[in-house]
């Protein structure tokens, strides 16, 4: 019997595995680097030990370590969460040698997974269809095909070719970034990714809990995950439940796990690889099923019985979305700082199945939670159970249109954009559904009227919190004066660039007039920001009521709610039309130091993975200079024009942060 268990894992995944530990008495341990130290995983265990590994990254990659915290607390068992340690073979056996309950697949089975041309193979001989799959370049018969690293995880580093002429290269660099080899395999336009989800014990029963829909990817990993799938039917749905069961079988395979398979248009299907890990969309699969799959999974560990003996019912339809820190409209860049405010409304409950349809949230992060850069990007997943599938992302549309997230820019919008999608409703689905659909990029927030509103509810807040913390005169209407005078401006960085807003208020304290306006950049060195405007139509506004965190603004005969949460310069805006980031700028700003002609500035906090030239080197334009690792991608960072590198302050390893200096190049 499992009685205190370490969770080798941080965030969401430790917090949704002490959840199901609480409910049945199991005792547990949270792991932590000093990245992590506030976590709340960290608080929420009975038992918590500091890793030192260097890097948070390294430090939760560290298996001894994590054997030792073990040793010291007294657990006796080890779940390895969902990263990179639940596929590792060697630190399964060495759990297992440490005399501990691994609550994972077997290391021999690891050991075969890990992999994933050889696992093809065995599952081919099971007649399991499968892509063909080639190794040496010479031998790809036709085009395009998607290269894979052999041991990849999560989809790092796989590319698509489409000519012979770049094969060659594609395959080296794909090795260089994976560090592994590498194999090709035909790629298939137009196709879905379908999981079946599974469950095997020791004593030979293996249940698929139905499948699931994971084809809204980017970078092929996925954001959207639902299950049942609107594609798979019936007599498809047991179709792939079958072959999943064969393949686990052929592969000795114990424990948690999903099957994983493209599905064509035509019904056809091929097995892509066994997961050997309790997904992170496995909170679809509990809402529809109604088990609790950690549970489950501890169970098989101790070495128990299925309780089911087969796949059970599908109850309704489940959607989740992973919100994540990263900015898709600047090619998916990682986001870290602060994050002020994480709220979602009417959540029904979090970490485990749900009685009843509703909104569940799992989340690794709550307010005043710091998002670094070495973990995986996702914040929380939010998932919708309901009757229907319409239901369903309606729901979970509407919950994420209401959810403050403050402090650190994420891919919010676009789930909305993509639930709310004709084609997503429709069910028509494939894995290049992003890219073949670029208005889901564009913000919630994206009419001018609804920006210019948002700027004015910002300004009337600051105003607010300006006149309540007063010294002097406080009572006094914001801006009155005796005489009728100018009118009061604010100048903030929107979305779009520097915005200026302003407004005058009568002797009663009422809205008089407003405007906003763009702002050339140039004019932010200059005085005389405030004076007439170029003033352009703007709804008929009346102020309902504002103090410094709430707005109420009579908009053409509307009422609209905008709930302003200032931190610092920063005014962060949400409303029924969508959220928006203001910073205000100094009317007097310092001068800032100007960087060298040349100058290559990191886009991104990370870390400097590959440096592939020299001082002295002369590069042309488009030749990728370095790479930048954060979140567990990698990021290039190529020359803007031909040149010659004339400075290049950074090395491997080094840590940088946004805005540092990477390289300097003299153009040619």
Known sequence: MIRRLLVADRGEIARRVFATCRLVGIETVAVYSDADSDAPHVGEADYAVRLDGGTPAAAYLRGDLIITAAQRTGANAIHPGNGLLAEDPDFAAAVVDAGMIWVGAPAKTLATLRSKSETKIIVADARVPVLPTFTDPAKVPDFPVLIKPDAGIGGAGMRVVRDATTLAEAIASTRREAGCDVYCEPYVED????????????????????????????????????????????????????AAIVAVRAIGYVGAGAVEFLLDSEGDFWFLELTPTLQAEHAVTECVSGYDLVRLQLLVAEGGVLPMPGPPPIRGHAIEVRICAEDPAYAWLPASGTLHRFAVPDVAGTFRPLPQPGLRLDAGVEDGSVVGVHPDPTLAKLIAWAPTRQEAARMLASALTRTQLHGVATNRDLLVRVLRHHSFRAGDLDTNFLDR???????????????????????LAGAAGRRAAAAVLGSLPSGWRNVPSGSQTSVYEGPAGPVEVGYRMNRHGELAGWWVRAVDPEELDLAGLGQAPVVDDHPRTVVVEADNERVVLDVNGIRLTFNVHRVGVVSYVDSPEGSVALRELSRFPLPAPEAAEGSLIAPLPGAVRRVLVVPGQRVRAGELLL????????????????????SLPVHPGAEVDTGELLAVLDPE
Do not use: N, W
């Open 627 to 646: 790479t930048l690792e954060a979140m567990k991608l990698e990021h290039p960072v190529h020359a803007p024009s031909a040149g010659v590198v004339a």
């Open 191 to 242: 196709v879905r990714h379908i999981e079946i989800p599974i469950l095997a014990d020791e004593h030979g029963s293996v249940v698929p809990f139905g499948e699931r829909e994971c084809s809204v990817q980017r970078r092929y990993q996925q954001i959207i995950e639902e299950t049942p799938s609107p594609a798979v039917d019936p007599g498809l749905r047991e179709e792939l439940c079958r």
């Open 437 to 459: 659909r670029p208005e889901v990029f564009a913000p919630l927030l994206s009419a001018v009227d609804a920006v210019r509103i948002s700027c004015l509810a910002a300004a």
